[in-house]
């Protein structure tokens, strides 16, 4: 077991800013690639992106380019998902999972996951 946390969520207005965290409890992340997933109010979860054990990101979601940015900090044990210029359209859940593999896959999937955290885009 890998057990995850986010957290970071919230409401913010349109064209605001969130930097949600990912990290593990008594577990080390630097083995592991870690995608974010979001689940908007009645869809189903989709894949945002991933980092890989060696920094790459590999982009899952189209809407994330140019506005979202996944990042990792070992030392600190937590990998990070800087959203920006935030739309209605992005409220959702997200989540962070990890997979014991050092790079990520064109398919967004997790083995580990977090419980979520709540982001709300609203005025």
């Known amino acids: 077991q890998l057990p995850l946390v986010e957290s970071g969520g919230g409401l913010v207005q349109p064209g605001g800013s969130l930097r949600l965290s990912c990290t593990a409890s008594g577990r080390q992340l630097d083995s592991y690639a870690i995608g974010w997933f979001r689940q908007a109010p009645g869809k189903g979860r989709e894949g945002v992106g991933c980092i890989s054990t060696v920094g790459s990101v590999t982009t899952h979601l189209d809407s994330m380019k140019g506005r979202f940015t996944i990042s990792r900090d070992d030392a600190k044990n937590t990998v990070y998902l800087q959203m920006n210029n935030l739309k209605p359209e992005d409220t959702g859940v997200y989540y962070c999972?990890?997979?014991?593999?050092?790079?990520?896959?064109?398919?967004?999937?997790?083995?580990?996951w977090g419980q979520g955290t709540q982001v709300t885009v609203s005025s």
């Open positions: 999972a990890a997979r014991y593999v050092r790079f990520c896959s064109g398919v967004p999937q997790g083995d580990f």
